[in-house]
């Protein structure tokens, strides 16, 4: 059923069908966006009107769908049109075709001049066979279109048309339904309106042009808090030393920072944690960086000898810089003596909640999926969270930020 009360200026999708069976599965798809009140075009190449027609899609849609690149009187030049109007592009099913001609530049249709013509994010769903998938080219062109931000779901794998069963099958209709409202609608939750600002990652500390001295933290934790923060409809800046993927419901809203050293997450943090309701360390930093040699240290030229010295604890400096009512939770990593080290942290730190990381635990904080966390807050009172997914654990960690938001801290 279309929404009761329409949308004055619904969001406008344009609905990409290229040639493939799952083409069917695109009218549901088409039927899903458009009871959520949504303004749907629909762009079909000509390979796809083999697989449904036209009218079909037309007989859902908000205007007529459109094959051609060459448009009417009312709309002469559809694909500029189309592309400038969009909030989204989603092609589904999208063919190793259509990814092959979009990656490479090619506006032989109406569809991929439309891809080429909008800056409205594009989300594709491949659909194709098994052998067709696996394909280094397939692969490669989808590496390309991901590197500029085009965000790929799917395929699953599955029964395929022609009865045999592996990776290929286009996303549901539901799914693709659902990213789609996530990425044009967003989210609102306990954290809308608030800025968090994040760190992630092992900070890498140069000895010469080729090595470091890092640590173990994959970054997980720290990406986990800044998807499950933009769910809660925060604004959410990530600095980070790790390029793991963000998941596509959330990757266009976070602000990502790249950094390397302990110098450059110092810098990236203190210059926008004045304009962060919150602040949550969660990167592993190092406590000691080395003077760098300008060349390669050579293996004849006997054991290097390394000069430390201390660098800033960022965290301290946040503290230092602490505007009225901003949250800061800082994380704690330790191997011996929890409880009491902990303690002196919370103490020494000045936070506002402390995640204390038991790293010598099996399945707990660094290169884990899971974690299991206690933490600590100004009252000393700690809540332990057992073991988990660290987006689970960031769900906790965030609810109490949003409550303390919501109390006006300190
Ligand atoms: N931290 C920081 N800057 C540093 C070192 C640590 O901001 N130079 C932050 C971490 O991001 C974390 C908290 O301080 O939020 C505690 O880090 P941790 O490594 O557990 O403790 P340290 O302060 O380094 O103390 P120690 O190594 O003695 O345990």
């Not at 998941?247 to 266009?252: E, F, I, S, T």
Request: charged fraction near 20%; hydrophobic fraction near 45%.
């Amino acid at each position: 059923m279309p929404s009761a009360t329409p949308d004055p200026s619904p969001p406008r999708i344009v609905l990409g069908v290229s040639g493939g069976i799952a083409a069917y599965k695109s009218v549901e798809l088409l039927r899903r966006l458009r009871d959520a009140g949504f303004h749907v075009a629909p762009v079909l190449t000509p390979d796809a009107t083999r697989f449904v027609g036209a009218v079909t899609f037309s007989a859902l849609a908000s205007e007529p769908a459109r094959t051609s690149l060459f448009g009417d009187t009312v709309t002469p030049i559809p694909h500029t049109h189309l592309g400038q109007g969009a909030d989204l592009v989603v092609v589904a099913p999208a063919t190793a075709h259509l990814i092959a001609r979009y990656a490479t530049g090619l506006a032989d249709d109406l569809l991929t001049a439309t891809l080429l013509a909008t800056r409205a994010p594009v989300l594709l769903c491949p659909a194709m066979h098994t052998e067709m998938w696996e394909q280094p080219s397939v692969q490669e062109n989808l590496a390309t279109l991901r590197r500029r931000g085009v965000m790929v779901l799917g395929p699953e794998s599955g029964p395929l048309a022609g009865g045999d069963v592996g990776a290929g099958r286009m996303a549901e209709p539901e799914a693709i339904f659902e990213l789609v409202e996530r990425i044009v609608r967003g989210y609102r939750g306990p954290l809308t309106g608030q800025r968090i600002l994040v760190s992630a990652g092992g900070t890498r500390e140069p000895i010469d042009p080729v090595r470091v001295i890092s640590n173990r933290s994959s970054g997980r934790q720290g990406h986990a808090i800044a998807e499950v923060a933009c769910r809660l409809g925060a604004a959410v800046t990530l600095v980070t030393t790790v390029d793991l993927e963000l998941a596509l419901d959330v990757v266009r809203s976070v602000d990502v920072v790249r950094v390397a050293t302990a110098a450059q997450m110092h810098d990236a943090m203190l210059e926008r944690t004045g304009e962060s309701d919150c602040v949550i360390m969660a990167a592993a930093v190092a406590d000691f960086t080395v003077t760098s040699a300008t060349e390669k240290l050579k293996k004849g030229a006997g054991t290097p000898q390394l000069s430390f010295e201390p660098t800033a604890d960022i965290l301290h400096d946040l503290v230092a810089k602490r505007h009225a009512g901003q949250v800061i939770v800082g994380f704690a990593a330790e191997t011996t003596d929890v409880a009491a080290n902990a303690l002196a942290k919370l103490r020494s730190k000045g936070v506002d909640l402390l995640v204390v990381n038991d790293v010598a635990s099996p399945g707990v904080g660094f290169e884990h999926a899971t974690n299991e966390v206690i933490l600590l807050d100004r009252d000393e009172l700690a809540e332990t969270v057992t073991l988990r997914s660290k987006s689970a654990v960031a769900l906790v960690i965030l609810t109490r930020v949003a409550s303390l938001l919501a109390q006006g801290a300190p």
